[in-house]
C-alpha cells in the first residue's frame, strides 16, 4: 500500500449530505463527540480509509485479533425532515511530523465524499486551556465570514487570534475543501488536553445538534463527564500538593529577619 485507500463496503444515496469529522486529538474531545453521534443516531458504517501514513502498528482486539489502524466512514438519512449525515471518526491522526501524510490523507477524505455532494463540513475538536473558568466554551472558525452571521445565535466563540492554527483533520478539512468550493466551521472545546475530556465533548456535541437541528441524548456523555471531573478534581489536588512541597520552606534566619 502506496497511499492511502478507501474500502467501500456499501454507496448509498445522499442528498446534500453534511460531512462531520471527529478523529483523535486534544482529549479525544472530537472523537468522543463523533462516536456518541454515530450511536445516538444509529449511524451505518459503509466505508474505511487505510494509510501507510498511520502508525506502524496493528491494534490488538479482546478476541486476540489484529486489525491495521484505520478511520471509519458512517452515515445517516435524515429523510424529508433533517440534513443527511457522513461522519468520518477512527483510531487515530497522521502523525504530526509527517505534512505530506496529513494532506494526501485529507485529500482522500474530500475526494470520497465529494462524490456524495458534500459541499458543507463541520470539524470537531479540542483547544488546550491551561485552566478552565467555569464550562468548556466552543471556540468556532469558518471558511467564510458570512457562516458567523448564520451561526450568531449559537453559544460559540469566533476565534480572532490572527495566526492561530487548527492542526491536523480539524483544520486542513475546512483549507482544503474551502479550495475546492466546500463551506464549513470548525468546533473546538476547551479542554486541559491530558484526560478524556467527555464535558468539552458534549459542549461541542451540543452545538453541532443545533446546527443540524436533531435533538441528541447527552445522558451517556454526562456519566462519562462526571467521571472526569473527579479524574480533573484528584489531578489537580496532586498538582497542589506538588507546588506545595517545591515552594521553598521559610528558614530562621529568615524569620528573625522579618521585621526589616
Same mark, same amino acid.
Given at each position: 500500500?502506496?497511499? @492511502?485507500?478507501?474500502?467501500?463496503?456499501?454507496?448509498?444515496?445522499?442528498?446534500?449530505?453534511?460531512?462531520?469529522?471527529?478523529?483523535?486529538?486534544?482529549?479525544?474531545?472530537?472523537?468522543?463527540?463523533?462516536?456518541?453521534?454515530?450511536?445516538?443516531?444509529?449511524?451505518?458504517?459503509?466505508?474505511?480509509?487505510?494509510?501507510?501514513?498511520?502508525?506502524? $502498528?496493528?491494534?490488538?482486539?479482546?478476541?486476540?485479533?489484529?486489525?491495521l489502524m484505520k478511520?471509519?466512514?458512517?452515515?445517516?438519512?435524515?429523510?424529508?425532515?433533517?440534513?443527511?449525515?457522513?461522519?468520518?471518526?477512527?483510531?487515530?491522526?497522521?502523525?504530526?511530523?509527517? @505534512?505530506?501524510?496529513?494532506?494526501?490523507?485529507?485529500?482522500?477524505?474530500?475526494?470520497?465524499?465529494?462524490?456524495? #455532494?458534500?459541499?458543507?463540513?463541520?470539524?470537531?475538536?479540542?483547544?488546550?486551556? %491551561?485552566?478552565?473558568?467555569?464550562e468548556p466554551k466552543v471556540l468556532g @472558525?469558518?471558511?467564510?465570514?458570512?457562516?458567523?452571521?448564520?451561526?450568531?445565535?449559537?453559544?460559540?466563540?469566533?476565534?480572532?487570534?490572527?495566526?492561530?492554527?487548527?492542526?491536523?483533520?480539524?483544520?486542513?478539512?475546512?483549507?482544503?475543501?474551502?479550495?475546492?468550493?466546500?463551506? #464549513?466551521?470548525?468546533?473546538?472545546?476547551? !479542554?486541559?488536553?491530558?484526560?478524556?475530556?467527555?464535558?468539552?465533548?458534549?459542549?461541542?456535541? @451540543?452545538?453541532?445538534?443545533?446546527?443540524?437541528?436533531?435533538?441528541?441524548?447527552? !445522558?451517556?456523555?454526562?456519566?462519562?463527564?462526571?467521571?472526569? &471531573?473527579?479524574?480533573?478534581?484528584?489531578?489537580?489536588?496532586?498538582?497542589?500538593?506538588?507546588?506545595? $512541597? $517545591?515552594?521553598? $520552606? %521559610?528558614?530562621?534566619?529568615? &524569620?528573625?529577619?522579618?521585621?526589616?
Open positions: 500500500m502506496k497511499e @492511502s485507500v478507501i474500502v467501500v463496503y456499501e454507496k448509498p444515496e445522499l442528498k446534500d449530505p453534511i460531512f462531520i469529522e471527529g478523529l483523535p486529538g486534544i482529549g479525544l474531545v472530537g472523537k468522543l463527540a463523533a462516536d456518541h453521534l454515530i450511536k445516538e443516531l444509529n449511524a451505518k458504517k459503509f466505508a474505511e480509509l487505510y494509510s501507510p501514513h498511520f502508525l506502524h $502498528q496493528v491494534l490488538v482486539k479482546k478476541d486476540s485479533t489484529v486489525d478511520n471509519e466512514f458512517y452515515y445517516w438519512k435524515g429523510g424529508e425532515e433533517y440534513r443527511d449525515i457522513i461522519i468520518i471518526t477512527g483510531d487515530t491522526q497522521v502523525p504530526p511530523t509527517d @505534512s505530506y501524510g496529513h494532506f494526501e490523507v485529507v485529500g482522500k477524505m474530500l475526494d470520497f465524499v465529494g462524490e456524495f #455532494g458534500t459541499k458543507e463540513i463541520i470539524t470537531m475538536g479540542g483547544f488546550q486551556v %491551561p485552566e478552565l473558568q467555569g @472558525s469558518v471558511t467564510h465570514v458570512e457562516l458567523k452571521e448564520r451561526y450568531k445565535d449559537l453559544p460559540i466563540i469566533f476565534r480572532e487570534d490572527e495566526g492561530g492554527a487548527i492542526v491536523g483533520a480539524a483544520g486542513l478539512l475546512l483549507g482544503i475543501g474551502k479550495l475546492r468550493g466546500m463551506r #464549513g466551521i470548525s468546533l473546538l472545546g476547551e !479542554s486541559l488536553g491530558y484526560v478524556v475530556d467527555a464535558k468539552a465533548a458534549k459542549a461541542v456535541l @451540543s452545538v453541532v445538534a443545533r446546527i443540524l437541528g436533531i435533538e441528541i441524548d447527552m !445522558s451517556a456523555l454526562d456519566e462519562r463527564a462526571k467521571e472526569t &471531573e473527579e479524574i480533573l478534581k484528584k489531578v489537580q489536588e496532586m498538582q497542589r500538593a506538588m507546588f506545595e $512541597q $517545591q515552594m521553598p $520552606q %521559610p528558614t530562621g534566619e529568615e &524569620e528573625d529577619r522579618g521585621y526589616l
